[in-house]
C-alpha cells in the first residue's frame, strides 16, 4: 500500500472517532436536558392533578347541594308571593 493511501485511512478514521465523539456527547447532553424537562413536567402534572381533584369536590359539593338550593329558593318565592299579595 502506498504512504498515501496509509495516511487517508488513519486521516479518516481519526475523523470518524471524532465524529463519534461527538454525537454521543450530543446525544448525552440532550438525553439530560430531556430527563430535566420531564421532571419538570411530572411536577407540574402532579400539581394540575391535585388542582383538579380540587376543583372536582367542589364540584361534586355543589352540584350535591343544587336540590337544598332549589327547594329553599322555592320556598323564598313562595314567601314572597304571600308577602305581595297582602
Known amino acids: 500500500m502506498s504512504d498515501a493511501i496509509i495516511v487517508a485511512l488513519i486521516t479518516g478514521g481519526i475523523s470518524l472517532f471524532g465524529s463519534v465523539l461527538a454525537i454521543i456527547s450530543t446525544s448525552r447532553k440532550q438525553t439530560a436536558e430531556l430527563d430535566k424537562a420531564m421532571a419538570v413536567m411530572k411536577s407540574e402534572m402532579s400539581s ?16 350535591e347541594n343544587i336540590p337544598a338550593i332549589k327547594t329553599h329558593m322555592e320556598d323564598v318565592d313562595r314567601r314572597l308571593n304571600n308577602l305581595e299579595r297582602r
Open 48 to 63: 394540575m392533578k391535585e388542582d383538579i381533584k380540587s376543583h372536582n369536590r367542589y364540584a361534586q359539593m355543589f352540584s
